[in-house]
């Protein structure tokens, strides 16, 4: 069975998010002291008491916002209810209950999941403050009281979800899953794309740029394997950076990268190639992962003969560097060509992950030196002793010579463009590492 799915919901700005980084061990949701600053769900695996468990931090829950934002975010908290095993309904002692903890509370009720309530800003520990007493109204059991900023009364909140747990089976390891970020500048689609890759509206979809903040993890299988989808926040330009929260979907963008095995890069087809584009690119070609170049609304893009070649060729032209990454012209709204991702995502993380033998390496670079002789300096020629592969993710290979100053960038650039042709490596980034060795009499 897979594992546990434990829900944190509540009101806006009652510190949801706070309680969840600490039970994850690491800053993963956004923090800060403006209401609905989560608004998808966040996922997390943590542990308790020997039990692992999927931790899903929600936005504010709103039961009869109006608002567009809002009432996605009431929607994302409905998803995460019918997925979780248990629920941990956070609330805010200083505030009291208010009406929507108790709209809340009969939805709770109705829906018929194991709830854990929780008395979030209790300041003081050893008497239970008398405000707690208010909260046996809501008729959810007994509350715990919480200081999520403090990390007090964790535990105990802890001990009564490990009690609610579904009885333990054999946990679904999604270690073999192929991470992938889908990546690129806000309103390009990724959001609609995950949608329709897991046939759920898992993420919120609207026209509001930037309108997904954190990076949201959806696992997924079917017959070509195992996946995990990292949805990240659209990169806007620096300029365009104003408050901390567009600071931290930039640092949580580049995170999904680090994350990721594969990423997809997409790219909206009436903008063509932009600025950010290129630099959001650059991020995942540095960070070594393998990469597909997506180009989604294709549906929507007038086309004439040669259409597809031609928009391919100027793609390369303005990412000359990502000249190794295949091209998926897709439409995330109607499907078209979707199912394409798979098979190709399969390949690259396969040639991202490829190791080649050294006796077979040197045989290919010792072809490479008899087709185009090394060049040489003031009558001192360059000699590449030999070759050995250091690492994968990305390949990388170390060259021994007798002078680096001799290893001119062109003459790297001829040995990768022959070890790609050799072993394709193709949707991956190729490292040389250069390093001097003197030759033995």
Known sequence: MAKPIVAIIGRPNVGKSTFFNYLAGKRISIVEDVP??????????????????????????????????LAGMREQANIAI???????????IKQGVVEADKEIALFLKKSGKPVVLVCNKVDTFGKVPDEIYEFYNLGLGDPFPLSAVNAMGIGDILDAVYEKLPPKGEEENIEDAIKVAIIGKPNVGKSSLVNKILGENRVIVSNIAGTTRDAIDSEFENEFGKYV???????????????NLERYSVMR????????????????????????DTKIAGEAHEAGKGIIIVVNKWDEYPKETGSLEKYQKQVYEKLSYLSYAPILFISAKTGQRVHKLFEMINEVNRQNSLRVATSVLNDVINEAIALVQPPTDKGKRLKILYGTQASTKPPTFVIFVNDASLFHFSYERYLVNQIRKEFGLTGTPVRIIVREKIEKE
């Open 36 to 69: 609905g600053v989560t608004r998808d769900r966040v996922y997390a695996e943590t542990n308790w008491r020997g039990r692992n468990f999927t931790l899903i931090d929600t936005g504010g829950f709103e039961p009869k916002s109006e608002d567009v934002i």
């Open 82 to 92: 019918q997925l979780a095993d248990v629920v941990i309904f956070v609330t805010d």
């Open 229 to 243: 989808f990292i949805d990240t926040a659209g990169v806007r330009r620096k300029s365009k950076v104003t408050e």
């Open 253 to 276: 963008t580049q995170l999904a990268i680090e994350r990721a095995d594969v990423c997809l890069l997409m790219i909206d087809a009436l903008e063509g190639v932009t600025e950010q």
